[in-house]
T-cell receptor
Framework: KAGVTQTPRYLIKTRGQQVTLSCSPI?????VSWYQQTPGQGLQFLFE???????NKGNFPGRFSGRQFSNSRSEMNVSTLELGDSALYLC?????????????FGPGTRLTVL | SQQGEEDPQALSIQEGENATMNCSYK?????LQWYRQNSGRGLVHLIL?????REKHSGRLRVTLDTSKKSSSLLITASRAADTASYFC????????????FGKGTHLIIQP
């Protein structure tokens, strides 16, 4: 089976712009979770989608949003980018997410905000 | 907020030696997982231990869990250069509201 794929792998944006990141889960996996990783805050949970519904959301402002499509592919969007949004964004997929058992992570999208 | 805290933050050992890293957490958990991350890439799941288990093995990995002390340890035996990576513990507290809660990780360097 192909692993979790994320596109693009690298992005450079400027403050105020918006960005959309994409994640394709492992075939058959219906849950997709997103995490932000920064040197200062570490890995932080953004949100989780299951069957096109957002089930859980971490402590992030409304500028961070996402969605999931009927084929389980997921996108996350960050609007009005700030310098602090520079991070590695990781998505993870699993068959079911609650409880959170083994998560399969993609390689991440490295976002740089200038 | 961080649930898990790994100790030490960094560890450098010679190839062939054993590496031990520890994780402490704050609240009750359903399970605790260890992940490896190579150089800012995706995380790879290593092992999951449930709250009613005390020890688990997988190849050269041994994980222990002490729920009374709210701590876990990961032992890597006979280390290899390829084990150089960051290791994170992640806790699952139930309900799903926080997803997996990760610690800040232990950076392990294996010297050839």
């Amino acid at each position: 089976k192909a692993g979790v794929t994320q596109t693009p792998r690298y992005l450079i944006k400027t403050r105020g712009q918006q960005v959309t990141l994409s994640c394709s889960p492992i075939s058959g996996h219906r849950s997709v979770s997103w995490y932000q990783q920064t040197p200062g805050q570490g890995l932080q949970f953004l949100f989780e989608y299951f069957s096109e519904t957002q089930r859980n959301k971490g402590n992030f402002p409304g500028r961070f949003s996402g969605r999931q499509f009927s084929n389980s592919r997921s996108e996350m969007n960050v609007s009005t980018l700030e310098l602090g949004d520079s991070a590695l964004y990781l998505c993870a997929s699993s068959l079911v997410a609650i409880p959170y058992n083994e998560q399969f992570f993609g390689p991440g999208t490295r976002l740089t905000v200038l | 907020s961080q649930q898990g805290e790994e100790d030490p933050q960094a560890l450098s050992i010679q190839e062939g030696e054993n590496a031990t890293m520890n994780c402490s957490y704050k609240t009750s958990i359903n399970n605790l997982q260890w992940y490896r991350q190579n150089s800012g890439r995706g995380l790879v799941h290593l092992i999951l231990i449930r709250s009613n288990e005390r020890e688990k093995h997988s190849g050269r990995l041994r994980v222990t869990l002490d729920t009374s002390k709210k701590s876990s340890s990961l032992l890597i035996t006979a280390s290899r250069a390829a084990d150089t990576a960051s290791y994170f513990c992640a806790t699952e507290t139930g309900g799903g509201a926080d997803g997996l809660t990760f610690g800040k990780g232990t950076h392990l360097i294996i010297q050839p």
